[in-house]
């Protein structure tokens, strides 16, 4: 009985993904149009960017945004920042926060606005309406993300990749590769359209406010989040600031070099 409950509820799910997104790509059309062509203005290049990630059972699909970066930019710097935050949690319990890189030169102006305010991820309508993604639920990876997950860490792959989730409201300033994981798995076990509403509902509140950077945890003491499930011990304050630290100078090195 209750796994055929668990079944309708996930259907009732993706009937709203598909009303609210579809809803939303009609109204919110011309504010995508406008930004594309203002885009279009700023840089050369195609005002739309998709790339390429793993979603539900672990399936590629290509990821649309409105395009925040300059065209021909060199990656390489990125993908080594991305390396080393994924593997400083790899065997350990503390880890570098998984955020950003500060003053990355590959992002336009215009982009830089865009993406405070997370109004890049609007054409991610679209791929909630295709069935790649879900409104709510663990953001969608790179294949280099998931090929360092751990055995226990593939049920994250078990559902559709949201375009907002529990680790963007509750732990997006600082937390580490492993726990961000740990809250996504959190969010899958836990599931319930009353969660969906509370992080649409937050998610909406850091937009208003300019995303993440408007706000910044002073522990990674999540209530109600039982670490130990995943193998996870929560970090002391003290070790947090020497990873944030370290992720700091990793930032500058990095930035220096990709100039």
Known sequence: MESSYHKLAWRIKRAMDVAVAGVGLVVLSPIIV??????????????????????????????????????????TAYELYLRQLIESSQGSNVGMPYIKMEKDSRVTRVGGFLRKYYLDELPQLWNIVKGDMSLIGPRPHMQLEVDHYKPTQLQRLIVRPGLTGLWQVDGKADCSFAELIALDLE???????RLDYTIMI?????????????????????????WARFGIQQTESTNRRKAHKKATFLRKIIHKRSR
């Open 202 to 226: 937050k998610t909406l509140g850091l937009m208003i406010r300019g995303g993440e950077g408007s706000w910044s945890r002073t522990t990674k003491r999540i209530p109600g989040l039982n």
């Open 187 to 193: 969010y899958i076990n836990h599931w319930s359209p």
């Open 34 to 75: 406008l930004m594309a062509v203002i885009v279009r203005i700023e840089t050369r290049g195609p005002a739309i960017y998709k790339h390429t990630r793993i979603g539900k059972d672990g399936k590629p699909f290509d990821l649309y945004k409105i395009r925040s970066m300059q065209t021909g930019g060199d990656d």
